[in-house]
């Protein structure tokens, strides 16, 4: 069974910067492409960046309201993705979500909220 525990959000100015981390279980996370997902007030769930099993590559791909500001990481031994945002603006308050890309799971962890606000 899979589970996806995401932690690392808080409160921070503009201009600041968070790392988040995705704790998961289960078998899939080494062979499966990994996002970050972004849930914001208006309720819409927004794909936010992409990196591939690292047996393919890694690479990695960013939403063009994140590119140039955002990071996206895994480490398959701890069987966790990161995503390392600087420069952040308000408009990135939301709850941030991981999950397997492009297809996600059924299954969706708690997320963790990022508030961006001076």
């Known amino acids: 069974q899979v589970q996806l525990v995401e932690s690392g959000g808080g409160l921070v100015q503009p201009g600041g910067s968070l790392k988040l981390s995705c704790a998961a279980s289960g078998d899939i996370f080494d062979i499966s492409p990994m996002a970050w997902y972004r849930q914001g007030s208006n309720n819409e769930r927004e794909w936010v960046a992409a990196i591939a099993a690292l047996a393919h590559g890694g690479n990695t791909h960013y939403g063009d309201s994140v590119k140039g500001r955002f990071t996206i990481s895994r480490d398959n031994a701890k069987h966790t993705v990161y995503l390392q945002m600087n420069s952040l603006k308000p408009e990135d308050t939301a709850v941030y979500y991981c999950?397997?890309?492009?297809?996600?799971?059924?299954?969706w962890g708690q997320g963790t909220q990022v508030t961006v606000s001076s």
């Open positions: 999950n397997t890309y492009p297809g996600t799971l059924n299954y």
